[in-house]
């Protein structure tokens, strides 16, 4: 199979016929084999609420994984979506998915909570994976057409199919953080990350800072000129020169959905019952994640302990009701903090729960819509206390959800979220003794404070919908393509992106890209990792 850098241009006779294309590790669908016969039922979110819309106005595809290894699928429509599958075997699951994506670049991405680890045989599978999925937009994109690829599974496609198809206007958006330069240094691949980045017209980002990141790292790896939020990519790159512009285009919710359903008597109903079945406390605090290290559950339940183990909270007062989405299970990390979070629950209920009054109800599966939108109209405190995190979304939709404008949000300052929902009570979950007192002040905050802060919160989701979030996104990528020129930095890039601790530049030349696979070398070569 080629390398990354050996994509050849295909001619117009190869075009397909779809003017806009999303691209993501996963197809906005789950095998469903309950009946009769094997189907699919969509699995909605954020990004099948905020695309949808345009692929039906377009003649729009989907590409992207069925979630089924081994098996080919011919293309199919759902919910008036076009959907193009890629297959993946079970070794590319392994060592592209789990491996390169989930135990490189996740852990790194996200402030090497956990090491990452890095092996060639997973950044060879990582390659041929994001090779076969440019190969299909090739396949299926019209001349001209929109391509919108999403998140860290796929850095390398932008430049594979700006080579393949020029013609084409190419977006990307990174869903995780971008890590300070420091820490993306340590990844063997990082200049052939950057250029698979660097082949679209527009790079989006969650934060600002991630945005400034990526172009301090491609400063000081590529030795490019950005300027703003441009970057200017020279020829002879093995990208054709071009302009590309890297800024923050935080992501939101569906929020007149949310709020619609928080309205629905049947729901409201149903959250009165989950305040009974938990034994119908003063205050339920609820916590809603992925079983993942980065989301900072296990310092979650550390502080509420210590809270109840001290008197400051009262099991007969309280209550925390904790669930947490299973996911990637296979992998050791992951079954160390499920272990870790299990434990600390027992631990917390053996010494601290009386007959009839639990102290933390564990629910370690996921919920569909209504009954997730009843927890949060159930919960009085909210409790986000990622230790890193793109943006999270679940706190977003608790303030969608409180309709009554009560409520209060916990929320780590490490979160996208906390840029936005800045009257939050802010916390460094890193900090047990700040965490606990946040969740003191959200338990013990009187009804005006709750009602001021909701207010805030509620106005600024109100007019930052994730519709308008992809409607921004593709008006800018259409603006930039059609006139790349025009693109005007809109503000000073090298003082504030500069670390006084550390150059923008290596300090010296050495071998160290070539031995990592960037200049011409192939991404293959790299001799260092494992």
Not at 220 to 237: A, D, E, I
Not at 422 to 444: C, F, R, T, W, Y
Request: glycine share 6%; net charge negative; hydrophobic share 40%.
């Amino acid at each position: 199979m080629d390398t990354v850098n050996s994509a050849e241009p295909v001619g117009s006779a190869t075009y397909g016929d779809n003017d806009f294309v999303v691209v993501a590790n996963r197809l906005p669908v789950d095998r469903d084999t309950t009946g009769d016969s094997p189907g699919w039922r969509t699995s909605p979110g954020g990004l099948v609420t905020a695309v949808a819309p345009v692929m039906k106005s377009k003649e729009g595809a989907w590409i992207g994984w069925t979630g089924v290894a081994d098996t080919d699928f011919e293309p199919f429509t759902i919910d008036g979506m076009r959907l193009i599958p890629v297959t993946l075997s079970s070794d590319e699951v392994l060592r592209y998915y789990e491996g390169f994506s989930n135990a490189t670049l996740w852990p790194l991405y996200h402030d090497v909570i956990v090491p990452p680890e890095y092996h060639r045989t997973w950044w060879d599978s990582y390659v041929q994976v994001n090779e076969r999925f440019a190969a299909k937009v090739a396949e299926v994109a019209a001349e001209g057409a929109t391509v919108w690829i999403h998140d860290y599974q796929l850095q390398l496609v932008p430049q594979l199919v700006r080579r393949m198809r020029p013609d084409l206007a190419i977006g990307f958006f990174n869903h995780i953080p971008f890590p300070p330069f420091e820490l993306f240094a340590q990844l063997p691949w990082r200049d052939d990350i950057l250029r698979g980045l660097l082949g679209a017209d527009l790079i989006g980002f969650q934060r600002p800072a991630d945005a400034a990141n990526f172009r301090r790292a491609v400063r000081g790896r590529l030795n490019f000129t950005t300027k703003g939020s441009t970057v200017t990519v020279p020829s002879g790159q093995l990208l054709p020169a071009h302009l590309v512009r890297a800024e923050a285009f935080p992501i939101s919710i569906d929020t007149p959905y949310l709020e619609e359903l928080a309205r629905d008597p049947k729901i409201i109903e149903r959250a009165q019952q989950i305040r009974e079945e938990v034994g119908n406390p003063k205050v339920v605090m609820l916590g809603v994640d992925r079983m993942d290290y980065t989301k900072g559950i296990r310092h979650r339940l550390k502080a509420f302990g210590e809270l109840l183990a001290e008197g400051k909270l009262d099991v007969e007062d309280i209550v925390l009701i904790q669930i947490a989405t299973p996911s990637r299970e296979r992998l050791e990390q992951y079954k160390i903090i499920r272990h870790d979070v299990e434990l600390a629950v027992g631990r917390i209920n053996g010494e601290q729960a009386e007959v009839g009054s639990i102290a933390v109800h564990y629910l370690h599966h996921s919920y569909p819509r209504d009954e997730m939108t009843a927890f949060f109209l159930a919960a009085d405190v909210m409790l986000v206390t990622a230790l890193r995190d793109g943006m999270n979304l679940v706190a977003k939709e608790y303030v969608a959800c409180r309709g009554r404008d009560d409520g209060a949000l916990v929320l780590s300052e490490f979160t996208g979220a906390a840029d936005q929902l800045k009257s939050a009570v802010m916390v460094n979950p890193h900090d047990v003794g700040n965490l606990k007192a946040g969740i003191l002040e959200a338990v013990q905050m009187d009804e005006k404070s709750r009602a001021r802060r909701m207010k805030q919160m509620r106005r600024k989701i109100s007019t930052d919908t994730v519709s308008i979030w992809s409607k921004k996104f593709l008006a800018e990528l259409d603006a930039i393509h059609t006139n790349p020129e025009a693109i005007i930095p809109d503000r000073p890039a090298a003082l504030p992106e500069r670390s006084a601790t550390a150059p923008d530049r290596p300090a010296a030349k050495t071998d160290a890209r070539a031995e990592h696979g960037a200049g011409n070398t192939s991404p293959r070569d790299a001799s260092t990792a494992r």
